[in-house]
């Protein structure tokens, strides 16, 4: 009898430890979660003030490009995409009277992808290559943008 209540209690502590071990484990591992998360939100850019301007949209439609072709590939693939500005009363007649240039810079940016490449990204990618490319422009260019942000309107990848 006694050897079984040794075996028993053995098992019981074997059990015992091992329950406190997970728990430490699930602490440990939600406090490293709480941790990263806090340095995601430190690292986040800081969100843009909203302003109290009206906010006007110009629109650059119909920007379409032939893609790269893949090697080995005979069939020509097109995107076709249309630009949403986003801007305000003092920018609006700049930004119109930019959009040639900033329809080339779209069509050099768009052009650069082949198929896989344009069929694999999202709306959201578009608009954060095409805001990037701008920023670029106007900065090499020593110019300030006339507009905020780039939005994509449709997107057609054939």
């Known amino acids: 009898m006694n050897s079984k209540l040794k075996m028993i209690l053995g098992v019981f502590a074997v059990v015992l430890v091992a329950a406190g071990a997970a728990g430490g484990a699930m602490m440990y591992m939600k406090s490293q979660e709480a941790v990263a998360g ?3 939100t430190a690292h986040a850019e800081p969100k843009k003030e909203k302003s109290d301007k009206p906010v006007k949209y ?8 032939m893609l790269k072709r893949s090697p080995n590939e005979t069939v020509n693939h097109y995107l076709s995409t249309d630009l949403v500005l986003a801007t305000d009363d003092k920018g609006e007649k ?11 810079v779209a069509v050099r940016t768009l052009s650069s992808h082949t198929l896989a490449e344009a069929s694999s990204m999202t709306v959201e990618q578009y608009a954060a290559q095409l805001n990037k490319t701008f920023d670029a422009s106007y900065a090499s260019d ?6 905020g ?7 057609i990848v054939e």
């Open 94 to 104: 700049e930004t119109k009277a930019h959009l040639p240039l900033l329809r080339a």
């Open 149 to 155: 942000e780039v939005m994509i309107g449709k997107l």
């Open 142 to 147: 020593d110019r300030e943008k006339p507009f």
């Open 38 to 40: 806090t340095e995601k």
């Open 58 to 65: 110009v629109t650059l439609d119909k920007v379409i490009v």
